[in-house]
């Protein structure tokens, strides 16, 4: 079955980076869009970022755009989420999940989800 | 961005009720919308997308309905282990948003 392994949370200070991978198993993980979904502590889910199973197109949310920046290694089946510029607010568990539709355009809905890893930015 | 407004944000109900749940859009997004279900401590499950079909594997009890921008998740008979939090989000095009939630709990 579908297996989605996020890697690389922890604590970071106010301004500094980090980088969240994503390890796709059990699909041909070049055939599918992937996206980075997060959730504040005691909040509700928030869409991140999306890119086409090709690295083609690339979608933020207005919150990350031009501080986050979401890519791919297909040989590796492997999706990245390097994150610049980190504020408090972007404390939360940041789940990486696939796209339902193969080859889909912009993202529709998530049919899978990784189980998560916790990024906290704090000083 | 179109904007998507849940409601209620919470309820109790007691087991065997009928529960229903709306999703607002701010426009109109046709059928492009997903339901989806969080048990505490657990990791978010696709109920319904395209407004009103079911995923895979869901109970009969849940249905979608409603096209535009007003939408609704009904749980027919309410059971145990429906208590969790229901999210719908849209995906016509991106950003792909979600709503606040709306949290179900047993009366």
């Known amino acids: 079955q579908v297996q989605l392994v996020e890697s690389g949370g922890g604590v970071v200070q106010p301004g500094g980076s980090l980088r969240l991978s994503c390890e796709g198993s059990?699909?041909?993980?070049?055939?599918?869009?992937m996206h980075w979904v997060r959730q504040a502590p005691g909040k509700g889910l928030e869409w991140v970022a999306f890119?086409?199973?090709?690295?083609?197109?690339?979608y933020y949310a207005s919150s990350v755009k031009g501080r986050f920046t979401i890519s791919r290694d297909n040989s590796k089946n492997t999706l990245y989420l390097q994150m610049d510029s980190l504020r408090t607010e972007d404390t939360a568990v940041y789940y990486c999940?696939?796209?339902?539709?193969?080859?889909?355009?912009?993202?529709?809905?998530?049919?899978?989800w990784g189980q998560g890893t916790l990024v906290t930015v704090s000083s | 961005d179109i904007q998507m407004t849940q409601s209620p944000s919470s309820l109790s109900a007691s087991i065997g009720d009928r529960v229903t749940i709306t999703c607002r859009a701010s426009?109109?997004?046709?059928?492009?919308l997903a339901w989806y279900q969080q048990k505490p401590g657990k990791v978010p499950k696709l109920l319904i997308y395209?407004?009103?079909t079911l995923q895979s594997g869901v109970p009969s009890r849940f249905s979608g309905s409603g096209s535009g921008t007003d939408f609704t998740l009904t749980i027919s008979s309410l059971q145990p282990e429906d208590v969790a939090t229901y999210y719908c989000?849209?995906?016509?095009?991106?950003?792909?948003?979600f709503g606040g939630g709306t949290k179900v709990e047993i009366k």
């Open positions: 999940t696939r796209d339902a539709v193969a080859v889909a355009g912009s993202g529709t809905r998530s049919d899978h």
């Open positions: 426009q109109g997004i046709s059928n492009y």
């Open positions: 395209a407004a009103f």
């Open positions: 059990e699909f041909t993980f070049s055939s599918y869009g």
């Open positions: 989000q849209r995906y016509n095009s991106a950003p792909l948003i």
């Open positions: 890119i086409r199973h090709d690295g083609s197109n690339k």
